[in-house]
């Protein structure tokens, strides 16, 4: 039996998981950490703390799944994009992380706007917007605001190739992570010289780029001296989560595509061919499948809008959880199972942090629209889940002009959980929505990469879809489609008539 140990490098925690080349999870293990937010703008992370958390994480997932170190015989990621830190000659932190929600570099992402035209960006790089959580522009506010850091930098590393390096001793990483840095032409998946030439920097001072599922090397005396790992342990490069998580759904084909409803929105609908929105409204990725490419719409508040409600306004449920060992998010799940599709009128906008795709309004906020004193704290649960439903729907419409065919989607994130959303997606949609066995999806696929550097298995679409089992399926109503139209029409209706006030 062969064992992989795959590792997520999340933004609020580093996760570990070992499963087996059947794709049975043997243990798992969650080590959270606090970002750095000293003021407005500013999000960062010591690097070394990604190191020092995998390190405890593989420590409890060794403990228990009674296996030995050395039974791993590959090592595979699934990363957040963006973040990146600066590291010299031998890879020695020069500053902490700047983690891709740091919106600082204001000045530098209209720099590069103004030099090459969002235009050009999003048929080079995919992105239709020039903002500052990019690499290209974070870079770049180094390059004007810390000259000495960036004058010592020898590598420029994301959060995934930080961990491949701290294993292996390589500057590696893959092309699915970069897609949304802006120094990647995904056309040619390689960098892109005129970004580069234009923030100062050289191709030499990234990682050699491959495809995901390539063994870089193998773990390094040092790395097995911490790590208790072999040293024929294989590293092999991972993808960005949206793209892992997809894989390890067994979305890897058209006709099905991901939403993961976690704290933000993101959807990973694959296509053979790269292709472009003429209206700049969707982002396209290179896939962690090779020659691949996937649309990737997303929402910056989903899941986090019915956190923020609950911890805001919900402290009764949060007490009733806490006094009998339940869960408040089911709760207040069953206030809004009480309230008809369409929750009697009222609607919602999930903008807490402005809009994604397809809108891109950083100045958007979040709204109620059509209270009225029969609303009670219910129709609020259930007017936000289906407001992230809309979010979906209004991103599967665009898509779809693009000549996206939706069969079925495949549910991710803490919104999986929730049967109530899930159906409520598939009526919004009218189309089946799907539940995978495994929980932690993005974890299997970094496993599956893994085992596809390793040659346990014949290639990753065969792997994802021989790996991967359905828990449940949902079948949309036709009943509800009238009334989830007509809510998705005030949806975008309401938006485009707050814009300007926004």
Same mark, same amino acid.
């Given at each position: ?219 390094? /005396? %040092?790395? $097995?001296? !911490?790590?208790?790992?072999?040293? =024929? #342990?294989?590293?092999?490069? @991972?993808?960005?989560?949206? *793209? ?71 402290? /009764? %449920?949060? $007490?009733? !959880?806490?006094?009998?060992?339940? =869960? #408040?998010?089911?709760?207040? @799940?069953?206030?809004?199972? *009480? ?76 919104? !999986? ?86």
């Amino acid at each position: 039996m062969k064992y992989f140990l795959a590792v997520d490098l999340g933004t609020s925690a580093v996760k570990a998981a070992i499963f087996d080349e059947h794709g049975n999870r043997l243990a798992l293990a969650i080590e959270e950490y606090t970002l750095l937010t000293p003021a407005d703008d500013i999000c960062e992370l010591p690097a070394e703390v990604y190191w020092e958390n995998f390190l405890v994480a593989w420590r409890k997932v060794l403990a228990d799944s009674k296996l030995e170190a050395a039974d791993i015989t590959a090592v595979g990621f699934s990363s957040q994009g963006e973040t990146f830190v600066p590291v010299g000659a031998a890879g020695k932190l020069l500053r902490n992380a700047i983690v891709w929600m740091d919106n600082r570099a204001h000045d530098e992402a209209a720099a590069i706007e103004a030099k090459f035209s969002r235009e050009t960006v999003y048929r080079i790089t995919g992105q239709p917007d020039v903002g500052p959580i990019w690499t290209a522009c974070k870079i770049l506010w180094i390059k004007n605001n810390e000259p000495e850091v960036f004058a010592a930098t020898h590598k420029f590393l994301m959060a995934e190739d930080y961990l491949i390096y701290r294993l292996s001793g390589q500057f590696a990483s893959e092309f699915s992570v970069y897609s949304s840095s802006l120094v990647l032409d995904i056309n040619k998946r390689a960098l892109w010289d005129d970004m580069l030439e234009f923030i100062g920097v050289a191709a030499g001072q990234f990682p050699e780029l491959h495809e995901s599922g390539t063994v870089v090397g193998r773990v390094s /005396a %040092e790395a $097995a001296a !911490a790590t208790g790992l072999s040293t =024929d #342990a294989l590293v092999v490069t @991972g993808a960005y989560d949206h *793209a892992a998580g997809s894989i390890g759904a067994g979305v890897t084909h058209a006709g099905v595509m991901s939403e993961t409803t976690g704290s933000a929105m993101a959807i990973c609908a694959p296509v053979d061919e790269v292709a472009f929105d003429p209206e700049f409204r969707v982002p396209v990725h290179c896939h962690a499948i090779g020659g691949k490419y996937f649309f990737s719409p997303w929402g910056e508040t989903a899941g986090m809008a019915l956190k923020w409600f609950r911890d805001a306004l919900c402290q /009764a %449920e949060v $007490a009733q !959880a806490g006094a009998t060992g339940g =869960d #408040a998010f089911e709760i207040l @799940g069953g206030l809004a199972a *009480a309230i008809p599709p369409g929750s009697d009128g009222l609607v919602m906008l999930p903008f807490l942090s402005g809009t994604g795709s397809p809108e891109f309004d950083a100045n958007a906020r979040g709204v109620f629209f059509g209270a009225t004193l029969k609303h009670t704290k219910g129709h609020f649960v259930r007017a936000i889940m289906e407001a992230v439903a809309y979010m979906i729907a209004r991103n599967v419409e665009v898509m779809a002009e693009l000549g996206v065919k939706l069969g079925e989607i495949r549910s991710l994130g803490g919104g !999986a959980k929730s049967d109530l959303w899930c159906q409520i997606k598939a009526d919004a949609m009218q189309a089946t929505v799907a539940v995978v066995e495994e929980s932690e999806q993005a974890l299997k696929g970094a496993a599956i990469l893994a085992g596809v550097g390793a040659g346990v298995f014949a290639d990753l679409e065969t792997a994802s879809n021989d790996m991967v089992a359905i828990r449940k399926r949902y079948e949309p109503n036709p009943a509800n489609a009238a009334v989830y139209a007509a809510g998705l029409a005030k949806y975008e209706q309401l938006y485009e008539k707050l814009k300007d006030v926004f």
